[in-house]
């Protein structure tokens, strides 16, 4: 099993830009969660997604937006990037709810310049 | 308001010497617990929950509701010990953690 899967691992881009992030969950996993880290900071939550329902978000603006597809992979999508948006984006999976913990990709560099 | 502090952002002991890594909440209902590990070049990886009561790799945890802490002790540090340790919170109903600052360990030689 290749784990948790996030593309790309680092990323460019220019402010006012739209950016996707996309990840692939473990199989057979159907949530999905986004956080956003920032250098020196624990992770913040960003969305979560059970059976391609949206079932949390956290307090980000409605630049963010994700979504979850039939086959239990998920985007992450920021529109109108702004400078403090450049952060480690970080992808989790489990079974079900985050009673029985995730399991986290490597993550998504963004660098907005 | 919901949170999870964690004092210290790095701490240095020697190997075999006892770690106690801090962690404290606020949550008002009761909370679902976790402490995560990082380490180097790693991807965050869950260590123990404290629903589950188990040990791993000679960590353990203890819910003390009255102090509302969740520290993560081992007896005898190890080098490989070496890592960022986060404590994160799940308020019930919810789907979300809630991650403190991290505190870096050291284990020194």
């Known amino acids: ?113 | 308001a919901q949170r999870v502090t964690q004092p210290e952002k790095l701490l240095s002991v020697f190997k075999g010497a006892p770690v106690e890594l801090k962690c404290n909440y606020s949550y008002s209902g009761s909370p679902e617990l976790f402490w995560y590990v990082q380490y180097s070049r790693q991807r965050l990886q869950l260590l123990l929950r404290h629903i589950s009561r188990e040990s791993i790799k000679g960590f353990t945890a203890d819910l003390n509701k009255g102090e509302t802490s969740f520290h993560l002790k081992k007896p005898f540090a190890q080098e490989e010990d070496s890592a960022m340790y986060y404590c994160a919170l799940t308020p019930s109903g919810t789907y979300k953690y809630i991650f403190g600052t991290g505190t870096r360990l050291k284990v020194l030689a």
Not at chain 1, 56 to 67: H, I, T, V, W
Not at chain 1, 95 to 112: A, C, D, E, K
């Open chain 1, 1 to 113: 099993d290749a784990g948790v899967t996030q593309s790309p691992t680092h990323l460019i881009k220019t402010r006012g830009q739209h950016v996707t992030l996309r990840c692939s969950p473990i199989s057979g996993h159907k949530s999905v969660s986004w956080y956003q880290q920032v250098l020196g900071q624990g992770p913040q939550f960003i969305f979560q997604y059970y059976e391609k329902e949206e079932r949390g978000r956290g307090n980000f603006p409605d630049r963010f937006s994700a979504r979850q597809f039939p086959n239990y992979s998920s985007e992450l999508n920021v529109n109108a990037l702004l400078l403090g948006d450049s952060a480690l984006y970080l992808c989790a999976s489990s079974l079900r709810t985050s009673t029985y913990g995730y399991t986290f990709g490597s993550g998504t560099r963004l660098t907005v310049v």
